[in-house]
C-alpha cells in the first residue's frame, strides 16, 4: 500500500470506475476509495436495470456494442436514437435548463462511451425485455432505450471492478472519504477513513464521483424541501453527500437543480434503503396503462401524459405531495399482460377484486366511496371510439375531467381488477457540483480547482426537474470517462 498516487477517485460506482479505467491508459498509480464494504459495493449502479440512453443511427451502430445475429437483426426493428432527438429529449424534460456544453457532451460522446466500455470488457445487450414491444411477432424498440448491461446494474459493476482490478488500479472498500487535502494551489489528496484510521492520501489529482446526497434524509429536508425525509431511497445508503460537502468546503461552486431530484412510485412498504436483494424491482411504472387513486380517493396526476420514460422520474414527487404521500394504481385484466416484471415481486402491497365496489373498499387508508365515484366518472370520460395503441401516444384520452388522462385512457371494466399501493422512492439528487468540459471542478468565483475533478451523480447543471430514464449511466460513463483523462493529464499541483 503506497500512500502516493497519481490519481485517487472517490467511489466505486460507474462513474468512478470509468474515471479510474480511462485514467489507467495514462498513468499507473491509481487508487479507488469506496465507503461501502465490498459486499455492498458499486453504489446506486449496481441497482439499476444497466440501461443506458445511447445515442444511434441505426442497426450498424449497435453492432459495435452489441453482438447481434442476423436472426436477432431479421425480427427487430431497431430504429435509430439520433443525437438531435436525445438532445432533444433532455432540453425538453430538463425544460431546457440543461447545461447545454455538458447536455453536448454526454449525448455527442454516448456511443462512444459505450464502444469503449465493451473494449474494457463490459458485455451489452439489447433490452429486448423492457424496451421492445412484439407487433405481429417483430421486435419493435421506443423510446430511445435500446442498451443494456448483460447481467443488469450488478453485471456492469461486476465487470468494470474487474477490468479495474486487471488493469492494476488499487480499491480500497470500507474507506470513506472525509475530507480533501488541498491549499492555495490547489488539490494534494484526500483524507480517508479506513479500517479505524483517518490518514491523508497524496495525489496528483483527485476525481470524485461519489453519488448524490439523496440518502442524507437531514439534506433532503434541507434541500428537497420538507416532506423528502419521508421519501424511501431507491438505491444504496451511502450517498449521503459527503464528498459534495467535501469539495464545497475547499470553495467548490454548487450548481444546477439542488431543490430537485429523480423520484419514482415506488412500493409503500418497501424499506428505507435499497435492497440489492430486490434491486429496483419495488418500483411500479407501469402507471400509463390505468389511473392513479390517493387517500381521497381522487385521482392527482395525468398517468398517460407522456411514455412512462419522460414521465416516471418527476411523478415519486407529485406522489410524495399526496395526503399520506403514497397512492393506489388501479388497472383492470386487459392490462394485466401489459404491466411489467416489477408487478410480479412477492414483495407488492396489492389489492384484487371482482367489481369496482369492492376493490374501493379494499382499499387500505383511502376513502372508498370518493374512489369509486371517481372511477365512475374517469371510466364515462374515455373516449372510447379512439383506439387503444401501447406503441404510440395514441390520443385515447378522456374528456371533460379536472385532471384528464390525455393518452392510453382505457376504461376498467374487466375483472378482476387490481391495485397496488406506492409511494415516493428517490433515485439521486440533481444538484451537485458545477464542473467544466474537462470535468475539472469550478471554485465559487468561476476558477478550476486544480487538481479536482467529478463525474456523475454529484455533478449539477444538467438534469433538472425530471431526465430521459437511463442518462443516468450514461452520465456516469461518458463524464467519468472524461474526468479520467484529464486527471491523469493534471499537473503535479505539490
Ligand atoms: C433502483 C435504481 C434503478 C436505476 N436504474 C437506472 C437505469 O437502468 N439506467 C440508468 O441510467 N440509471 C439508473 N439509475 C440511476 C443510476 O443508478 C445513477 O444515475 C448512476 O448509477 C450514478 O452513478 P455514480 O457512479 O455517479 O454513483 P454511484 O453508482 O451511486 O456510486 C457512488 C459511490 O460512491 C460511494 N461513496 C459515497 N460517499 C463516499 C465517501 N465519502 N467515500 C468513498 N466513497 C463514497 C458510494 O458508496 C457509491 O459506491 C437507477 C438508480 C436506482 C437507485
Redesign the pocket.
Known sequence: MSESYDVIV?????????AALSASERVKKILV????PED??????????????VAYAGVEDLKKVIELSPEEIERTDFGAYTEEQFLDDVARVTEYRCDPDLTELLVRNSLPAVIWMRSKGVRFTAAWGRQAFNIAGRFKFWGGLTV?AVG??PGL?ESLTSAAKKNGIEIWYG????SLVADDDGVHGVR?KYQGKTREIRSRSVVL????FQANPEWRARYLGPGWELAK????R??????IR?ALDIGAAPAGNWSGC?AVAWERNAPEF?DLAV??Q??KHSYPWGVYINAHGRRFVDEGADFRNYTYAKYGRVILAQPGQFAWQVFDAKVKAQLRDEYKIRQVTKVTANTLEELCAKLEDTDGSAALEELKAYNAAVRADIPFNPNVKDGRRTEGLKIDKTNWANTLDTPPFEAYAVTC?I??TFGGLRITNDAQVLDSDGAPIRGLYA?????GGIFWFNYP????????SVF?RIAGASAAKAPATA
Open positions: 472517490v467511489g466505486a460506482g460507474n462513474a468512478a470506475l470509468c476509495l469506496e465507503r461501502s455492498e459495493a458499486g453504489g446506486n449502479s449496481r441497482f439499476t436495470a444497466g440501461l443506458m440512453r443494456e443488469g446494474g459493476v474507506a470513506r472519504a472525509t480517508v464521483a461519489a453519488g448524490g431511497v431507491r438505491g444504496t451511502f450517498n449521503t453527500g459527503d464528498v467535501m429523480h435499497g434491486g429496483d419495488f418500483q422512492g433515485t439521486f463525474a456523475g451523480e454529484l455533478v430514464g437511463g442518462s443516468g449511466l450514461t452520465n456516469g467519468g
